[in-house]
């Protein structure tokens, strides 16, 4: 019996049902991207990442899609963030301590991340050729790493429990550079709260000793990437990001 709804999107809905979590997708949501979500919570599971167990995946009576996980008892990070501001730091030096042990981690089962990125820009409809050309040629420049990267690590989508950080979502999970994925977080921050992206940005580069430009250089690649979610209130400033094209 479904308990609570934790959250509604336009592609699912997420329950508690007891100790479980079930995100329930929505009628003809492709079985592939469930399937696919599954499959990358179970591969990270299996590289040791804190994450919530998964139990099945399956059809509800009405056929509908439905992912089956532990339920974690906490708040998100982003909850957190909302209601301790004067703990940022802690919080997002808290977020660089999962990420930087994410990265520790290979994943060679997991899609190219610059593949994906390539197929994002290539979709977009709301970019000129020249600016397609030139984002693709960058791309293609880019080093090509196979570090386990979560591709949508934000407050949201850690949960901070009892027995340690939680890390969910791993749907657009991949293998692929590490600043690409730092460039992808700093971005969802920016769009949130620019202080904490500035200071997540800053941390990262000090405690890597990463020079900031690594970084930088993924922003219109990451930014063109998020123009395909067709935000409209995110637009202006992802549009505003793509002409930093000629950072190095
Ligand atoms: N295993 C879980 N335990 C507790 N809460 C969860 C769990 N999975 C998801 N949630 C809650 O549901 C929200 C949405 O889940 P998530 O998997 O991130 O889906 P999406 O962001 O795609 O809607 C999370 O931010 C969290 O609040
Ligand atoms: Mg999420």
Same mark, same amino acid.
């Given at each position: 019996m479904k308990e609570k709804i934790l959250i509604a999107s336009g592609n699912h809905n997420v329950y508690r049902e007891g100790n479980y979590t079930v995100k329930v997708f929505q009628k003809g949501f492709p079985k592939s991207e469930v399937l696919r979500e599954a499959m990358h919570m179970s591969l990270v599971e299996g590289l040791g990442m804190h994450v919530p167990e998964l139990h099945s995946v399956g059809l509800t009576e009405d056929g509908s899609w439905a992912i089956t996980y532990d339920y974690i008892e906490g708040k998100t990070l982003m909850q957190l963030m909302e209601e301790h501001p004067e703990k940022l730091e802690e919080y997002v030096d808290g977020m660089l301590d999962c990420q930087l042990e994410m990265f520790e981690k290979k994943a060679p089962l997991l899609n190219n991340l610059k593949s994906k990125m390539k197929r994002q820009i290539q979709s977009l !409809?709301? *970019?000129?050729d020249i600016t397609r050309y030139e984002l693709l040629t960058k791309l293609n420049s880019m080093p090509d790493h196979a570090k386990l990267c979560h591709? !949508?690590?934000?407050?949201?989508? *850690?949960i901070v429990g009892e027995d340690g950080w939680y890390i969910l979502d791993? *749907?657009?999970?991949s293998q692929g550079n590490a600043s690409a994925d730092v460039a992808r977080t700093y971005l969802l921050l920016a769009l949130q709260n620019l202080d904490a992206a500035y200071y997540y940005l800053n941390r990262f580069c000090e405690r890597t000793g990463t020079a900031k430009i690594y970084v930088q250089n993924w922003l219109p690649l990451v930014a063109a990437a998020q123009?395909? #979610? #067709?935000r409209p209130e995110e637009s202006e400033l992802l549009q505003s990001w793509l002409n930093v094209v000629d950072t190095d």
């Open positions: !409809d709301c *970019i000129n591709g !949508d690590f934000c407050p949201s989508n *850690i791993w *749907i657009h999970a123009l395909t #979610k #067709k």
